[in-house]
């Protein structure tokens, strides 16, 4: 099954995968990857996680909402509340995540053959207004595998930086399709998304934008 989807998923790359067609202080930006069907058909498939797995909204550890709304699928996902930031085997509510789509599968194994295979895909929801902080992914226990993200919808700037916080950042509008892969020298980049604008891709009927981001966590 996982073959059929490799396949029939890759040649929705629009680009040849063996090549990045930008660096953005190291992380790999695959403008446009995926054609409008194959994003059509993850939506789909998105929508089925988050029926399984109902969004929520995080807060920070002191207590403050976080702007996006999240899920995950996987064997974990990520979660951030008063006592902190961690993966967790379960939905807040108590169920089991839902199983990462065998779409996402086939994209990570064919652009990244290396890797292990990802545990965790965190699905972020952007509505109009939300944005995430510069940050660096850092609560996984292996940071020689890879971090791979899709973006669907609206566009998201997307700001990247150097492994501590004050190195100079460049900046990018991510489109819908746009694939990002950080690893090696971006693996532990700070980035982050200063805004979204809202309503400008008819993919999600509401506007918005969606990233889904692919990890290994243990
Ligand atoms: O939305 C994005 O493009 C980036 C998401 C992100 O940085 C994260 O989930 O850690």
């Known amino acids: 099954m996982l073959t ?10 629009s680009i040849d995968p063996s090549k ?7 992380a790999r930006i695959y403008a446009r990857a995926l054609d409008a069907e194959a994003q059509r058909a993850l939506v789909t498939e998105i929508r089925a996680v988050v029926a399984a797995a109902p969004f929520f909204q995080p807060v920070t550890q002191r207590g403050q909402p976080m702007s996006v709304r999240m899920t995950a699928a996987g064997d974990f996902g990520w979660i951030s509340d008063r006592r902190g930031y ?10 089991a995540w839902p199983p990462i789509p065998d779409s996402l599968i086939a994209l990570w194994t064919g652009l990244l053959p290396g890797a292990r295979r990802p545990e965790c895909c965190l699905v972020n929801f952007y509505g109009q207004g939300a944005r995430m902080g510069l940050h660096q992914d850092r609560d996984e226990a292996d940071m020689d595998q890879p971090v791979l993200s899709v973006s669907l919808g609206d566009d998201g700037l997307f700001r990247v930086g150097g492994t501590d916080r004050p190195a100079p950042t460049r900046s990018c509008w991510l489109h819908s399709g746009d694939v990002v892969v950080l690893q090696g020298r971006a693996r532990l980049a700070y980035h982050g998304v200063d805004r979204i604008r809202f309503g400008s891709s008819a993919l999600l ?6 990233n889904l981001t692919l990890r290994v966590v243990t």
Not at 20 to 26: C, P, Q
């Open 20 to 26: 990045a067609v930008s660096d953005l202080n190291g």
């Open 205 to 210: 009927s509401q506007g918005g934008r969606l």
């Open 4 to 13: 059929f989807f490799k396949s029939r998923f890759l040649r929705m790359l």
């Open 86 to 95: 961690r993966y967790e085997p379960r939905h807040p509510s108590g169920g």
